[in-house]
């Protein structure tokens, strides 16, 4: 009855979704995602349906809670749950770039003990969605990591593990620090693998008042895995005077970066809930500025 039930709940999000042209044959530079935790669809079927109405070319998926549990609350464990969500995803045109653990704004990933088994569990996902970039947030780390020390090192040993891991099966894992560019810079030497990058946040370098346009080319093109094109809850970013799109799409362009730019936050505060008209708004605008015809 639960197979039928899903199979039903496919057929009505595809019927019901208009036909868009794909980008097949002509893949941008530039593509644009969201988080679908931050639209409210989170390991929900339909994400998808919603990304198309919003014309966004993707959804960068979350595993689930983590909390007190052993493992995320992941669904896609389910064979049946993750064949229905391909299927669906491939059906409307939406890839998934990447994979999320955002249970680790909240968790410390130093001191997870099977921290090495929720890593797999998110390799996993990422293989069924043909994704390859993890996303890893080292916001539940607290702060003593970010000095010299034990907390340091051992925080540099996991993320070691973790991009060996990732490198044998093709994926990269991208973290957000918060940090500055310098600091990122170091922190990539030390842990040492190419399957560990920076996952760049526009919010991070605006809440500290940096440059996003000279720290994007001090990272260096090699070491940016993916971007959060956004800004904390304030207002949309065609309006927001802390995020110049256009001098940052130059200096993307210089630095001959491509990949996905992926929508979390920026919404309207007088609007917050209309999931529609913030995203909606905030993906139009960032193919206005990054596919802009030359």
């Not at 809670?65 to 993750?82: E, K, M, S």
Request: proline letters at 2%.
């Amino acid at each position: 009855m639960a197979v039928k039930s899903l199979k039903l709940i496919v057929l009505s999000v595809i019927l019901l979704v208009p036909f868009l042209k794909t980008e097949s044959q002509n893949t941008p530079k530039y593509r644009v995602a969201v988080c679908d935790w931050m639209i409210l669809k989170r390991q929900k079927l339909g994400e998808f349906a919603l990304a198309r109405q919003i014309n966004a070319d993707g959804v960068e998926m979350d595993m689930g809670p983590l909390g007190n549990r052993v493992l995320f609350d992941n669904r896609f464990r389910n064979v049946i749950d993750a064949n229905v969500f391909k299927h669906t995803a491939d059906s409307l045109g939406v890839e998934v770039p990447s994979i999320a653990m955002s249970g680790f704004f909240a968790q410390n990933f130093i001191i997870r003990e099977n921290y090495v088994e929720l890593l797999k569990d998110c390799f996993n996902t990422m293989k069924i969605f043909n994704s390859k970039i993890a996303f890893l947030p080292l916001g539940g780390c607290g702060n003593d990591w970010k000095k010299e020390g034990a907390m340091h090192d051992s925080l540099v040993g996991r993320l070691h593990v973790a991009g060996e891991m990732a490198l044998k099966r093709g994926f990269v894992v991208a973290i957000r620090t918060a940090m500055d560019a310098k600091y990122d810079i170091k922190l990539l030497k030390q842990i040492n693998s190419k399957g560990v990058k920076i996952y760049y946040n526009f919010q991070d370098a605006a809440d500290s008042q940096r440059d996003i346009c000279k720290e994007l080319k001090r990272l260096g093109r090699e070491n940016i895995a993916q971007i959060h094109a956004s800004n904390t809850d304030s207002v949309i970013l065609r309006y927001d005077n802390e995020i110049n799109l256009p001098k940052i799409k130059r200096t993307l362009d210089r630095m001959g970066w491509s990949g996905w730019l992926v929508v979390e936050r920026s919404r309207d505060v007088k609007r917050v809930k209309d999931v529609k008209y913030n995203f909606g708004s905030n993906v139009e605008y960032l193919k206005e500025v990054f596919w802009e015809k030359k």
